[in-house]
Protein backbone atom coordinates (compact mmCIF):
# COMPACT_ATOMS: atom_id res chain seq x y z
CA UNK A 1 0.00 0.00 0.00
CA UNK A 2 1.52 3.25 -1.21
CA UNK A 3 1.28 6.52 1.41
CA UNK A 4 2.19 9.82 0.98
CA UNK A 5 3.00 11.78 4.01
CA UNK A 6 3.21 15.45 3.77
CA UNK A 7 5.03 18.07 5.91
CA UNK A 8 5.93 21.73 6.02
CA UNK A 9 2.74 23.84 6.12
CA UNK A 10 2.01 26.55 8.11
CA UNK A 11 1.26 30.43 8.51
CA UNK A 12 3.71 32.70 6.66
CA UNK A 13 3.21 36.75 5.87
CA UNK A 14 3.41 37.69 2.25
CA UNK A 15 6.25 37.71 0.60
CA UNK A 16 7.51 34.63 2.69
CA UNK A 17 8.75 31.31 1.87
CA UNK A 18 7.51 27.93 2.77
CA UNK A 19 8.92 24.40 1.65
CA UNK A 20 6.56 21.69 1.25
CA UNK A 21 8.02 18.16 1.68
CA UNK A 22 6.18 14.97 1.10
CA UNK A 23 7.79 11.38 1.20
CA UNK A 24 6.06 8.48 -0.17
CA UNK A 25 6.23 4.72 1.01
CA UNK A 26 5.45 1.35 -0.39
CA UNK A 27 5.72 -0.68 -3.49
CA UNK A 28 6.02 2.09 -6.26
CA UNK A 29 6.60 2.02 -10.00
CA UNK A 30 9.76 3.58 -10.89
CA UNK A 31 8.58 5.35 -14.01
CA UNK A 32 6.01 8.28 -12.23
CA UNK A 33 4.65 11.12 -11.60
CA UNK A 34 4.43 13.52 -8.53
CA UNK A 35 2.96 16.82 -7.94
CA UNK A 36 1.16 19.11 -5.57
CA UNK A 37 -2.13 20.12 -6.48
CA UNK A 38 -4.10 22.89 -3.72
CA UNK A 39 -7.77 23.74 -3.00
CA UNK A 40 -8.90 26.98 -1.40
CA UNK A 41 -12.25 27.30 0.49
CA UNK A 42 -14.88 26.88 -2.20
CA UNK A 43 -12.54 26.57 -5.26
CA UNK A 44 -11.36 23.57 -7.04
CA UNK A 45 -8.74 21.95 -6.63
CA UNK A 46 -6.03 22.70 -8.97
CA UNK A 47 -2.74 21.51 -9.92
CA UNK A 48 0.33 23.19 -8.69
CA UNK A 49 3.25 21.32 -9.77
CA UNK A 50 4.52 18.14 -10.91
CA UNK A 51 7.32 16.34 -12.00
CA UNK A 52 8.47 13.51 -13.97
CA UNK A 53 10.91 10.54 -12.84
CA UNK A 54 13.03 11.85 -15.29
CA UNK A 55 12.64 15.33 -14.17
CA UNK A 56 10.38 17.32 -16.33
CA UNK A 57 8.24 19.55 -14.75
CA UNK A 58 4.92 21.36 -15.49
CA UNK A 59 3.66 24.70 -13.44
CA UNK A 60 0.46 26.06 -13.00
CA UNK A 61 1.02 29.71 -14.87
CA UNK A 62 0.45 31.74 -11.17
CA UNK A 63 3.26 29.82 -9.40
CA UNK A 64 5.78 30.13 -12.53
CA UNK A 65 8.37 31.71 -11.11
CA UNK A 66 7.71 31.49 -7.55
CA UNK A 67 7.33 28.12 -7.03
CA UNK A 68 10.08 25.19 -7.53
CA UNK A 69 9.20 21.38 -7.53
CA UNK A 70 11.78 18.94 -6.93
CA UNK A 71 12.04 15.63 -6.40
CA UNK A 72 14.54 12.30 -4.91
CA UNK A 73 14.17 9.35 -7.02
CA UNK A 74 16.43 7.34 -4.36
CA UNK A 75 13.97 8.64 -1.51
CA UNK A 76 10.86 8.89 -2.89
CA UNK A 77 10.36 12.51 -1.90
CA UNK A 78 9.70 15.19 -3.57
CA UNK A 79 9.27 19.12 -2.69
CA UNK A 80 7.72 22.27 -3.19
CA UNK A 81 9.65 25.53 -2.48
CA UNK A 82 7.29 28.59 -2.56
CA UNK A 83 9.13 32.22 -2.70
CA UNK A 84 7.01 35.13 -3.10
CA UNK A 85 3.84 33.45 -1.21
CA UNK A 86 1.06 35.79 -2.11
CA UNK A 87 -2.68 35.63 0.52
CA UNK A 88 -3.81 34.22 -2.86
CA UNK A 89 -1.87 31.16 -2.36
CA UNK A 90 -3.56 29.81 0.76
CA UNK A 91 -4.99 26.78 0.48
CA UNK A 92 -4.78 23.00 1.52
CA UNK A 93 -2.01 21.13 -0.68
CA UNK A 94 -1.63 17.97 -1.70
CA UNK A 95 0.40 15.60 -2.52
CA UNK A 96 0.04 12.92 -5.38
CA UNK A 97 1.64 10.36 -7.28
CA UNK A 98 0.37 8.89 -10.53
CA UNK A 99 2.02 5.41 -11.94
CA UNK A 100 0.73 3.24 -14.74
CA UNK A 101 1.32 -0.28 -14.37
CA UNK A 102 -1.57 -1.48 -16.97
CA UNK A 103 -3.69 0.49 -15.13
CA UNK A 104 -3.38 4.04 -13.72
CA UNK A 105 -2.85 4.34 -10.10
CA UNK A 106 -3.23 7.63 -8.64
CA UNK A 107 -2.42 8.39 -4.98
CA UNK A 108 -3.15 11.33 -2.67
CA UNK A 109 -1.72 12.93 0.85
CA UNK A 110 -3.75 14.13 3.69
CA UNK A 111 -2.85 17.64 2.58
CA UNK A 112 -0.89 20.36 4.40
CA UNK A 113 -2.61 23.92 5.22
CA UNK A 114 -0.50 26.90 3.83
CA UNK A 115 -2.01 30.39 4.83
CA UNK A 116 -0.35 33.44 3.41
CA UNK A 117 -1.85 36.65 5.48
CA UNK A 118 -1.41 39.96 4.22
Known amino acids: QVQLVEAGGGLVQAGGSLRLSCAASGSIFNINTMGWYRQAPGKQRELVASITSDGSTNYVDSVKGRFTISRDNAKKTVDLQMNSLKPEDTAVYYC????????????WGQGTQVTVSS
Open 96 to 107: TLVYYAKAKYVY
